[in-house]
């Protein structure tokens, strides 16, 4: 179990910064995917796999394992990056993002992808499988954990709040949502396509425990999962303020650096930045 | 007479059965537990079932979570929400990852009634159909009905079972042997083949008996399984007789007709004559007006025969 290394805030903040660049260089390679929103979620991600899930790079499919699902799946290259830096496969796989014949899919894959949970790419999906897995957790009397990954454009879909009713009613506290609330979506701004705030209000108004953080700080993020543990009879969710394509100066808080690729001139400016 | 049965009654007796064989078997459901009859499971195995309230495209997700952890979800709903509503749903996480989870359908087929078109779904083959990975099955009657239910379990994947409102006549035996993927050859006779799936079944063996009468000798298949066809059987009969009708309560386009038609042509083209829906609504009424006013009674079948035995090449 990796868990028994838990970094420092220092660590993780390099560790984040590893995972930028193979995030940079992956897209650039592969000459498309989604820079902003793969950005993002670094330091949510980096704090979970490497600070707080219990699970085995060897054994993908241990069934205690804490479970992690990306329903904004198209932020797929930062989870990719973190699975191979943990051993799930070898890094040089990384080079072969969405290519023909490559085990990492434009969008995650649980057939072709060791580490990946459940298929995805069809935004609004993957809280209900969290809620799933969660049931199965109490039916089988398991103290694993579910994390779900949300992304803030996507909770515009009818299906998350069907999900989060459910979630709600049948008590399911050992999940976890993680919204990466980054205000952006394909189109615009969140708040100029849907008026969709207060966000924390609704899921209140939902039944669940929600806690507001930066998103980026790791103190922040490190305590909120570790209060969201404690969380008895209700599901949690973390409403993480982010800025989307952070950590690239040129790409923050830009909409157009959603789904495009960087030139290798980008590229290498973004890299400069990220030493 | 033969004793009717609705074949989603034969669902919930299963799943009672099943629930105490079988551990890992949970149950879902979109508010519609009585009508589908899941809800004698609910009852008797509390932990086991759950309402996910009216929110079908959910529960399906729900079940594929449930299934990544070794459960066996049934999930049910009436067809129309349980494949309509949800088919991103079932296309995308469940059989693209190829997760361990059976839609059971019920209130499939203008049989349903009097509730109308909004609830009679004719195009749900259709939909589970394309879908790579899934597969598609139709019992005929009560009996076959619990018969796929098993099947269905011991089956690791995806499977859509498609089950009706209306009591139905049983025209099958226990003992006879159950394959999914391989259809069932009731009657034979060279003149013609009838292939037929679902409450079809029934009035093709009376069909049958009415072209006896005048010296046709019809071939009787339940093709139960409609994904995968078995293409050994339907080229085997086709090669005996050379002239086909297909029966379905079911629009005709991308339904059993189409798929039988699709096989055929590939290997053995022979004249082809199709009862289902064709291009139109259901609406409301009771089960035997519909079927005669959409054209799936044995005197339509039988004609239906009569027309493709004309159609043979000489
Ligand atoms: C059901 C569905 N509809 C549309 C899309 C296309 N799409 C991909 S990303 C996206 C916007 C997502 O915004 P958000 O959830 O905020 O993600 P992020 O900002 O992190 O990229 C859309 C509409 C999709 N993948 N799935
Ligand atoms: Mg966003």
């Known amino acids: ?275 | 007479m033969a004793e009717m049965i609705a074949t989603r009654q034969a669902y919930g007796e299963a799943l009672l059965e099943l629930g105490e064989k079988n551990k890992n078997i949970v149950v879902l459901d979109a508010d519609l537990s009585k009508s589908t009859t899941t809800a004698k499971f609910g009852k008797k195995y509390p932990d086991r079932f759950f309402n996910m309230g009216v929110a079908e495209a959910n529960m399906v997700n729900t079940a594929a979570g449930l299934a990544t952890c070794g459960k066996i979800p049934f999930v049910s709903s009436f067809s129309i929400f349980a494949t309509g509503r949800t088919w991103e749903q079932v296309r995308n996480t469940i059989c693209y990852s190829g997760l361990n989870v059976k839609i059971v359908a019920t209130h499939s087929g203008v049989s349903v009634g009097p509730d109308g078109a909004s609830h009679q779904c004719i195009e749900d083959i259709s939909l589970m159909r394309t879908i790579p990975n899934m597969t598609v099955i139709e019992p005929c009657d009560a009996v076959e009905t619990k018969k796929s239910i098993l099947a269905a379990v011991d089956y690791k994947g995806p499977i859509y079972i498609r089950l009706g409102r209306a009591a139905v006549p049983v025209i099958t035996n226990k003992a006879a042997p159950y394959t999914i993927g391989k259809a069932d050859i009731l009657r034979m006779g060279e003149d013609v083949a009838i292939v037929a799936c679902g409450a079809l079944v029934a009035n093709s063996l009376m069909a049958a008996d009415t072209l006896l009468k005048e010296g046709i000798k019809a071939t009787v298949v339940n093709m139960h399984t409609i994904k995968p066809l078995d293409q050994e059987t339907l080229v085997k009969v086709a090669m005996q007789v050379n002239a086909m009708v297909t029966a379905e309560q079911h629009v005709l386009d991308g339904g059993l007709g189409s798929a039988v038609a699709t096989s055929l042509a590939r290997v053995y083209p022979i004249p082809i004559e199709m009862i289902g829906i064709d291009n139109r609504f259901g609406q409301s009424g009771e089960p035997d007006t519909l079927f005669k006013e959409y054209h799936l009674m044995p005197e339509d079948i039988a004609l239906a025969a009569k027309k493709a035995i004309t159609r043979k090449k000489k």
């Open chain 1, 1 to 275: 179990m990796k868990i028994a290394q838990r970094l420092d805030n220092k660590s993780l903040a390099e560790r984040s910064k590893v995972i930028r660049r193979h995030i940079i260089r992956m897209l650039a390679r592969a000459g498309s995917g989604h820079p902003g929103s793969s950005l993002s979620t670094v330091e949510l991600l980096v704090a979970l796999y490497y600070n707080k899930l219990r699970h085995n790079p060897q054994l993908p499919a241990w069934p205690d394992r804490d479970r992690f699902i990306l329903s904004k799946g198209h932020a797929c290259p930062a989870l990719y990056a973190i699975l191979a830096e943990l051993d799930y496969f070898p890094l040089e796989k990384l080079d072969t993002l969405r290519q023909f014949g490559s085990i990492l899919q434009g969008h995650p894959c649980m057939k072709t992808t060791p580490g990946i949970e459940i298929s995805g790419g069809s935004l609004g999906q993957g809280l209900s499988v969290g809620l799933g897995i969660a049931l199965a957790a109490k039916l089988d009397k398991k103290n694993y954990r579910t994390y779900v990954m949300l992304g803030d454009g996507e909770i515009e879909e009818g299906q998350i709040w069907e999900a989060a009713m459910a979630a709600s009613h049948y008590k399911a506290d050992s999940l976890c949502a993680i919204l990466d609330q980054n205000g952006l979506q394909i189109d615009g701004f969140i708040h100029e396509i849907m008026s969709s705030h207060p966000i924390p209000d609704k899921w209140r108004g939902f039944g669940w425990h929600v806690m507001e953080i930066d998103g980026h700080d790791f103190k922040a993020i490190l305590n909120a999962y570790d209060e969201a543990e404690k969380v008895k009879g209700r599901p949690t969710i973390i409403v993480a303020k982010t800025v989307k394509g952070k950590g690239v100066s040129f790409m923050e808080n830009q909409v157009d650096w959603h789904g495009k690729a960087p030139s290798k001139e980008e590229a290498e400016r973004a890299l400069a930045e990220l030493k």
